[in-house]
C-alpha cells in the first residue's frame, strides 16, 4: 500500500456487522474495524476505512482484489451475524 493504509478505523461497533479483517503495521496493536459487513435488506452494507483512492489508481494489486471481492459480495453466500431490515 502506498502512503497510509487508511483512516477511520472504527474499535467497536454494533452487532449487525461482521468484522472481515485484521492489520496492523509492525508494533502495533491489532485493527479489526478496517473492513466491516451486514446484511441489508435484499443486500449487503461495508463500511471500511480503507484508502482505495489511494490504491487503485497507482495499480496495487492487493487493492484490486480486495475491491472485486467487495463487488462481488452477494453473489455467493456471506455469512453475518445479524440481519439489518432496511
Avoid: C
Avoid at 479483517?21 to 496493536?29: A, P, T
Avoid at 449487503?44 to 480503507?50: A, N, Q, R
Wanted: charged share 25%; no cysteine.
Amino acid at each position: 500500500w502506498v502512503q497510509e493504509r487508511g483512516l477511520y478505523f472504527p474499535n467497536k461497533w454494533s452487532k449487525e456487522f461482521t468484522p472481515i479483517l485484521e492489520m496492523h503495521d509492525e508494533g502495533e496493536e491489532a485493527s479489526k474495524g478496517s473492513l466491516l459487513i451486514s446484511s441489508y435488506g435484499k443486500g449487503y452494507y461495508i463500511y471500511t476505512g480503507l484508502s482505495f483512492f489511494r490504491e487503485l489508481p497507482v495499480g496495487v494489486p492487493g487493492a484490486y482484489k480486495l475491491f472485486s471481492n467487495m463487488l462481488s459480495v452477494g453473489k455467493e453466500k456471506v455469512e453475518t451475524k445479524v440481519k439489518i431490515k432496511g
